[in-house]
């Protein structure tokens, strides 16, 4: 009679997976992006898997990875490590497939860095478990192209008297932000144009939303044509350089592809008068040259029109 097959608890326990696999490909096309020269090194062991280099050129940049996970305690989710880098990735494309609704308006070249841990791989997971940190660097992505930006330039110019505000280019971003809790925070973010500077501190969420609030420096030469503004950069020392700070500041709302940026009038009108009032007390400490003051030939130019500061912060509650 033939023998009953050997259950396979009797055949002793399984053997663990033990696999090597070193992946190279010329090129391969992935929904827009190209990619050339991969290498793929992978190593999985048991329940452990380790991709020590991976790197491939994006469109012609550079890119590369690193991932290392370990056994999870009790059969739970597998922690892992990971470093993400790429060098002068072009930003458009990336655009393109992440934010659809943004196509075609954004370009430039993008520079990161990803490191971190976490502990599971679905979203759930990464949400709750995912940490590390994120740098990040923008060159020349023109970013006022966006009809959500435009506006709020263009709001902005008008608030503050400034054409050269409303026709601003956006060009530059860069900083750094922790990974954490299903969002990423920054004390450490700017962005850079052509007449405006923002500095950012604040979140951004996983589903794209923002809370932020912007320190924003203008360009001399954009505040001194604003009759709004003007005084300002008669109390700025010259010491600041190009660049003046504008008294309170904004917040950020809305997400990522539709940003919203709200000037704090309230805030604004206070600090002014702040900046305008100790200005004006150290004109009024600094005692005159008596030489200067008898020596100094009479001038028949009639005396320059002076700003009102006050009536300047009034008017600015009148705009809507």
């Known amino acids: 009679a033939p023998s009953a097959p050997t259950p396979a608890s009797a055949a002793g326990p399984a053997r663990a997976l033990d696999l090597t696999l070193d992946v190279k490909v010329d090129a391969l096309k992935i929904r827009d992006f190209r990619l050339t020269d991969l290498v793929f090194p992978l190593r999985i062991q048991g329940d452990v898997f380790d991709l020590p280099d991976a790197r491939a050129a994006l ?8 991932v290392r996970t370990e056994k999870g305690a009790g059969g739970g989710p597998a922690p892992f490590r990971f470093e993400a880098k790429g060098e002068n990735l072009a930003l458009g494309p990336l655009v393109d497939a992440f934010a659809p609704t943004l196509r075609g308006q954004i370009g430039g070249a993008l520079t990161l860095r990803a490191y971190g841990n976490g502990r599971g791989l679905s979203r759930e997971a990464l949400e709750q478990n995912l940490s590390g940190h994120l740098e990040i660097a923008v060159r020349g992505a023109h970013l006022e192209k966006t009809a959500k930006l435009h506006n709020a330039l263009a709001q902005l110019g008008a608030l503050l008297e400034s054409p050269e505000i409303a026709v601003s280019t956006i060009d530059d971003l860069d900083g750094s932000a922790k990974i954490g809790a299903g969002r990423l925070t920054t004390d450490n973010f700017h962005a850079k144009g052509s007449a405006l500077e923002a500095s950012l501190r604040g979140e951004v969420f996983s589903d794209q939303r923002l809370a932020m609030e912007a320190a924003i420096k203008m360009k001399r030469s954009a505040m001194g044509k604003s009759s709004l503004l003007a005084p300002i950069v008669q109390a700025a020392s010259a010491e600041q350089g190009d660049w003046i700070r504008i008294p309170g500041g904004a917040k950020v709302t809305g997400t990522l592809d539709a940003p919203e940026i709200a000037v704090d009038k309230s805030k604004f009108a206070r600090d002014t008068l702040i900046n305008t009032g100790v200005n004006f007390l150290k004109q ?34 009148k705009k809507k």
């Open 284 to 317: 009024m400490l600094q005692k005159p040259d008596p030489a200067a003051s008898t020596n100094a030939p009479p001038s028949a130019a009639p005396p320059a029109r002076q700003e009102n500061p006050v009536q300047n912060l009034l008017d600015l509650f």
């Open 59 to 66: 469109d012609g940049a550079p890119v590369s990875a690193t």
